[in-house]
């Protein structure tokens, strides 16, 4: 609209803002008038289709927030939001298929059944058709190295395990974009390193659209062509990596970003 | 045969089948702790007898209560009871809401391809709320025989509608106690005594409680169309407050209109939801 892509985004937004109302016990660094809390600020995005994003920024930054309004979670306060051609919180329940969600923090896994159980759910909850299905879980069974557990309850996998199963349940339907919310928070280096490899693989097999969010400067730097800096709500850097370790290192450079020091004017 | 149906497959599954799916999986689920689910099914068993026990013990003393006699009340009892205990197999699962919400999982609802409320109402669904349905069954199974009744097909009609619309009925007040787990987490309990306490409210013949209650529970709390007017009808019973004789069918209308009001309450909820900061 505004500006001439060569592709249509498949994540598109213009000043996606969100405000919550005020509540106790928050922070109340920025006010909006009427007294709300404003998480996402007057955010614009626009990510083609294939591309994997690092989207980065110290804790309370707004990053899940800005998640949770691209998956329909949260309906934004103002501003455009479109996904895949979906408006995210009017068409959620249509736009739950085409996406993926992995929330590090949590496990949509059913915790009492065996991790199968819960793939074959969301099978027929996904009307996914069963040779894709098949298909898939195999692939995902074989690149995860799922195979050991899969026959075993939820609730006795380890960390590692169960982020793995988690990510294959955001995968089986064929998602075409995919976010993935600190996903290898709290893992070991083996799991951390497993699932970093099998992302990018991800997307270079499929083509699926991944924004991932964390904070581990080994995720960016293996995966992410392109990174997403906020603080305080605001986009603070948007731009290719390179750009971004052009003349020092990538550690350094985060940490400035994280301080709150903008290095691109992105917004003009 | 020939699949003509051009129809692109993008529709989300449909709320029914989503929530039997769901029931599915987590009876599976509550079926791993074997003995916890039998003991807690037997005690769900005794506790809904206690209410009838009372009955008994009251009606042991005195012939009738408010001009009801003892199948009479007993019939009261069965229909209200069996419509709820149906609805509570059925809605319960919006009792865990508040904790979704607390901690965040409700978040986890939101992104999955079917109905939210589907979800809900079948979250953490456990065989032994079946308990609850043998002691409304055979008080109402009892009651039937015992009445000095000459059953026709309109008075069977009614008697059948009255258990389908109050469990209808308690359904939407199931979901809008839901709501006001949005509004405030922390109201859970103000909200089960909501649903609970209108139970208990068209257990007994409702002319005990007096006529200005009585009108008020009729017109302000629309949970005295579950057994009331209608089986005034039933019985043959006069209206002991006079109201007009159209609202002994009334049932269907009440229940519709509240299903209604809680579809609408429950969308603005899921669209003013404000997850939890993680
Ligand atoms: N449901 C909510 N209600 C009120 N404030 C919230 C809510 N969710 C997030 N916030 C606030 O918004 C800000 C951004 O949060 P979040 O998006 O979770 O940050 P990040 O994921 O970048 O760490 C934080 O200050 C947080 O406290
Ligand atoms: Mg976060």
Same mark, same amino acid.
């Given at each position: +609209? ?66 949770? +309004? ?92 169960? +982020? ?105 | ?25 987590? +009876? ?67 009792? !865990? ?102 139970? !208990? ?78």
């Amino acid at each position: +609209m505004t500006t001439t892509s060569t592709t249509d985004p498949i994540i598109l937004a213009e000043g996606l803002t969100k405000a919550f109302g005020s509540s106790p016990g928050r922070f109340r660094r920025r006010r909006t008038t009427d007294g709300g809390f404003t998480a996402v600020d007057g955010i614009d995005l626009r990510i083609a289709p294939g591309e994997l994003v690092g989207y980065i920024g110290p804790n309370g930054a707004g990053k899940s927030t800005t998640i949770k +309004m691209l998956t329909g979670i949260l309906t934004p306060t103002s501003g455009l939001l479109r996904v895949a051609g979906f408006e995210p919180q009017r068409d959620r329940v249509r736009l739950a298929r085409r996406i993926g969600v992995v929330f590090g923090q949590r496990t949509t896994l059913w915790w009492d059944l065996p991790l199968k159980d819960s793939f074959t759910l969301l099978q027929r909850l996904y009307r996914i058709p069963p040779d894709r299905f098949g298909e898939n879980l195999a692939y995902y069974t074989a690149a995860l190295d799922l195979g050991e557990f899969l026959d075993r309850p939820v609730r006795q996998l380890s960390l590692g395990q169960r +982020m793995r199963g988690d990510i294959t349940a955001a995968l089986l339907h064929d998602p075409a974009v995919v976010y993935l919310d600190e996903p290898t928070i709290g893992l070991d280096v083996v799991s951390k390193h497993a699932v970093r490899e099998f992302l990018s693989d991800l997307n270079q097999r499929t083509g699926t659209t991944i924004l991932l969010t964390t904070h581990d400067i080994a995720d960016i730097e293996r995966l992410c062509s392109r990174v997403v800096a906020i603080d305080h709500g605001r986009v603070t850097y948007d731009g290719s990596i390179d750009d971004l370790r052009a003349d020092r290192d990538l550690e350094t450079v985060v940490r400035e970003l994280y301080l709150g020091r903008s290095l691109v004017d992105t917004t003009e | 045969m020939a699949d003509t149906t051009t129809e692109p497959d993008d529709r989300p599954l449909w709320g029914p089948t989503a929530y039997l799916l769901l029931v599915r999986i987590w +009876m599976r689920a509550a079926s791993q702790y074997r003995v916890s689910l039998l003991l807690t099914t037997v005690a769900q068993l005794f506790t809904t007898c206690l209410d009838l026990i009372a009955i008994l013990v009251i009606y042991s003393h005195v012939r009738t209560i408010g001009g009801f006699t003892l199948p009479e009340t007993l019939y009261l009892y069965g229909t209200t009871r069996l419509a709820f205990a149906v609805s509570d197999a059925l809605a319960s699962g919006v009792e !865990n809401l508040a904790t979704m919400i607390r901690l965040g999982n409700f978040d986890l609802v939101l992104i999955r391809p079917v109905s939210s409320l589907a979800q809900v109402l079948a979250d953490q669904f456990t065989p032994k709320r079946f308990g609850k349905l043998a002691a409304p069954v055979l008080t109402l199974g009892w009651a039937i025989d015992a009445l000095p009744l000459h059953w026709t097909a309109a008075k069977a009609a009614v008697a059948i509608g009255t258990v389908v619309c109050g469990l209808v009925l308690y359904c939407a007040l199931w979901v809008l106690t839901g709501c006001i787990s949005f509004i405030a987490v922390d109201a859970q309990e103000v909200a089960n005594s909501f649903t609970y306490g209108s139970e !208990n409210a068209t257990e007994y013949p409702l002319s005990i409680f007096g006529r200005p209650l009585g009108l008020a529970l009729t017109f302000v709390l629309p949970v005295a169309f579950v057994t009331w007017q209608p089986s005034l009808y039933v019985l043959g019973h006069p209206d002991p407050f006079g109201l007009p004789e159209f609202l002994r069918f009334a049932s269907p209308a009440a229940a519709a209109v509240l299903s209604g009001l809680a579809a609408l309450a429950w969308r603005a909820c899921i669209r003013h939801y404000r997850s939890t900061g993680s």
